[in-house]
Structures are given as structure tokens and as C-alpha cells.
């Protein structure tokens, strides 16, 4: 239940909307398992799988997307489209035109879609009605924007924005590496990607390499520039921040974990702790991950 990355989004501060009358907005966009002539289905479900569609402690939230996928592999498809594509120019005597193969493939493709295996996959979200907080658990945009165009399509309003930050994450992590340090809390690990700004976008990666020589200083002197930092946060948490202001690989430290266990007695109380440890350490390192690029860039109303 701990969140490996973070696409992060901002509410209205507090964001002010009744808890029972999210729920209820919800239920209007519930998960269904895919009928057997549709390609993909998705939906709300419980978080701790106990029928509410909204788990809620402390006043954090957190809510589930589930998405379910029928796998049809293009190359099955194009296999029995050609193989009746055959039969039919040997009965007609020519080749099938352009219109008759797009309709041979629609056929193809309903005719299979009930036999082809499932896959299914589920989203979680942070909401922090209070803090203006809306966090993906979601290694891409495209993830993120499942459960974003799903909430719109479920809710009266929604009123979601990206976070923007005064300084770019690409330039302050070109600061940071350049002095050799991260301001506040944040150390710099031993991960980074640099990529060169012309055509052939030369790039470097370090992966588990000391950072702090004057070689990554002459990749950044050359042209170069961060598209990805490994950073630790007050000792208790890591990630990789992106210069798209992503979050991923983020880990809570073991020591954190321990402390959810020791105090949960069963699998319900472990849930709880888990969330509330999980949702306190972000609420303290967000704000001062913002701080650290310079500020909330704040749209005036």
C-alpha cells in the first residue's frame, strides 16, 4: 500500500467538499468487470476492499481506479484477417479492396474479443482535501490521466490543476549538482541522467556513482542537462525527481515501516498505520520538496 511514484496535482486550499457527497459522486462510476465484446472497462473499487469507495483516516483520503484490459494481440488479429483475406480472393478472384479488409478486421476483431484473456490493474490516489493534495500513484501522466478523466466524468466539479514550481526541476537540479549539494533536508544520492539539448540528444546516466566529481560538472558545463536526480529526504525518504516534476522510486525508509508494524496488531491495523505513517512523511516532504524549487507558481482567480 506504500506509493512508488508520484504524479502530483493541486486542489483548492482547503478544497471544501463533503466526504459523504464524494462517495456518492463516486458510485456513479463504479468498476464492472469487461463485457466480453468491449476492450476495457474501469471503475471505482474499495481501497481496503471493505465496500467503501473512499478510505478516509485523519482526514487524508484515498481512493482506487481499477482498469481491466482484454488482450487481443494485434499479430492474432492480422494472422486470421490474412488467412480470410486468402479464402476470399480465391472465391471472388481478386484481392479484397481497402473497405472490405477494414470490415474484415472489425469482424476479426469482435469475433476474438470474448476469448481473449483479461488483465487487470488498479490505481491508487492521495487526496489531501485540507493541504490541497491530489497524488497518483502512477509511473505515467497517461495513468494519471485514467483516474483524472474518470473523476470528471463522476463528479458535479473538480476543480484540478497541475503543479507548477517558480524554478523547473531541470534547473534546479542542474543547481544542485553544480554545487554539489541539495538545499533544506534533501542530500543527493548516486543516480542521474543528463541528456545534451541538440538533435542527437546524447545522454549519460550514473547508476549507483558517486556524483560529486568534476566530471558530471563538465557534462553540465558542455550542455548537458538533468532529466532525472536520485535524492534522499530527511533520511527517511528516497525517489527520483524527474524534469517533469515526477516522483518515482520513491521509498519510505525501513525504519518508518517498522514503526507501522510494531503498532498494528492485524491486517485492518496495518492498513491504518501504513496510510497514516505514509500520508504524514508526504504531507512534511512535499512542502519542502516546493520550497526547494522556489516556491508554488499560484494562478491569480
Same mark, same amino acid.
Given at each position: 500500500m506504500w506509493f512508488r511514484n508520484l504524479q502530483l496535482y493541486r486542489l483548492p486550499t482547503p478544497w471544501n467538499v463533503d466526504l459523504a457527497k464524494f462517495e456518492e459522486q463516486l458510485a456513479r462510476g463504479p468498476f464492472v468487470k469487461c463485457p466480453s465484446n468491449q476492450p476495457m472497462s474501469r471503475g471505482w473499487v474499495s481501497p481496503r476492499r471493505d465496500g467503501a469507495l473512499v478510505y478516509s483516516l485523519g482526514r487524508q483520503w484515498m481512493v482506487a481506479l481499477s482498469v481491466e484490459q482484454r488482450l487481443l494481440p494485434s499479430s492474432v488479429v492480422n494472422d486470421e484477417v490474412r488467412e480470410r483475406a486468402e479464402k476470399i480472393e480465391s472465391e471472388q478472384g481478386y484481392a479484397p479492396g481497402r473497405k472490405q479488409l477494414k470490415e474484415l478486421r472489425e469482424r476479426v476483431t469482435e469475433e476474438l474479443m470474448p476469448r481473449a484473456f483479461t488483465r487487470r490493474r488498479t490505481t491508487y490516489v492521495w487526496i489531501d482535501p485540507q493541504a490541497g493534495w491530489f497524488c497518483v500513484d502512477a509511473g505515467s501522466p497517461a495513468k494519471a490521466e485514467e483516474v483524472i478523466e474518470h473523476l470528471r466524468h463522476c463528479l458535479d466539479e473538480f476543480p484540478?490543476?497541475?503543479?507548477?514550481?517558480? /524554478? @523547473?526541476?531541470?534547473?534546479?537540479?542542474?543547481?544542485?549538482?553544480? !554545487? $554539489?549539494?541539495?538545499?533544506?533536508?534533501?542530500?543527493?544520492?548516486?543516480?542521474?541522467?543528463?541528456?545534451?539539448?541538440?538533435?542527437?540528444?546524447?545522454?549519460?546516466?550514473?547508476?549507483?556513482?558517486?556524483?560529486?566529481?568534476?566530471?558530471?560538472?563538465?557534462?553540465?558545463?558542455?550542455?548537458?542537462?538533468?532529466?532525472?536526480?536520485?535524492?534522499?529526504?530527511?533520511?527517511?525518504?528516497?525517489?527520483?525527481?524527474?524534469?517533469?516534476?515526477?516522483?518515482?522510486?520513491?521509498?519510505?525508509?525501513?525504519?518508518?515501516?517498522?514503526?507501522?508494524?510494531?503498532?498494528?496488531?492485524?491486517?485492518?491495523?496495518?492498513?491504518?498505520?501504513?496510510?497514516?505513517?505514509?500520508?504524514?512523511? /508526504? @504531507?512534511?516532504?512535499?512542502?519542502?520538496?516546493?520550497?526547494?524549487? !522556489? $516556491?508554488?507558481?499560484?494562478?491569480?482567480?
Amino acid at each position: 500500500m506504500w506509493f512508488r511514484n508520484l504524479q502530483l496535482y493541486r486542489l483548492p486550499t482547503p478544497w471544501n467538499v463533503d466526504l459523504a457527497k464524494f462517495e456518492e459522486q463516486l458510485a456513479r462510476g463504479p468498476f464492472v468487470k469487461c463485457p466480453s465484446n468491449q476492450p476495457m472497462s474501469r471503475g471505482w473499487v474499495s481501497p481496503r476492499r471493505d465496500g467503501a469507495l473512499v478510505y478516509s483516516l485523519g482526514r487524508q483520503w484515498m481512493v482506487a481506479l481499477s482498469v481491466e484490459q482484454r488482450l487481443l494481440p494485434s499479430s492474432v488479429v492480422n494472422d486470421e484477417v490474412r488467412e480470410r483475406a486468402e479464402k476470399i480472393e480465391s472465391e471472388q478472384g481478386y484481392a479484397p479492396g481497402r473497405k472490405q479488409l477494414k470490415e474484415l478486421r472489425e469482424r476479426v476483431t469482435e469475433e476474438l474479443m470474448p476469448r481473449a484473456f483479461t488483465r487487470r490493474r488498479t490505481t491508487y490516489v492521495w487526496i489531501d482535501p485540507q493541504a490541497g493534495w491530489f497524488c497518483v500513484d502512477a509511473g505515467s501522466p497517461a495513468k494519471a490521466e485514467e483516474v483524472i478523466e474518470h473523476l470528471r466524468h463522476c463528479l458535479d466539479e473538480f476543480p484540478l490543476t497541475m503543479l507548477h514550481t517558480q /524554478l @523547473s526541476p531541470q534547473s534546479a537540479m542542474a543547481d544542485w549538482l553544480a !554545487g $554539489g549539494d541539495a538545499p533544506g533536508a534533501m542530500t543527493i544520492d548516486r543516480d542521474c541522467e543528463l541528456k545534451a539539448i541538440g538533435e542527437e540528444k546524447a545522454a549519460v546516466r550514473y547508476v549507483r556513482h558517486t556524483l560529486e566529481g568534476e566530471e558530471v560538472k563538465a557534462h553540465l558545463a558542455n550542455g548537458k542537462l538533468p532529466t532525472r536526480l536520485a535524492l534522499t529526504w530527511d533520511d527517511r525518504i528516497s525517489f527520483v525527481i524527474t524534469e517533469k516534476l515526477e516522483i518515482k522510486r520513491l521509498a519510505f525508509l525501513d525504519l518508518l515501516k517498522e514503526e507501522a508494524e510494531k503498532s498494528a496488531e492485524n491486517a485492518d491495523e496495518q492498513f491504518d498505520a501504513d496510510f497514516a505513517l505514509m500520508t504524514g512523511e /508526504l @504531507s512534511r516532504f512535499l512542502p519542502q520538496l516546493v520550497e526547494a524549487l !522556489g $516556491g508554488e507558481v499560484v494562478e491569480e482567480k
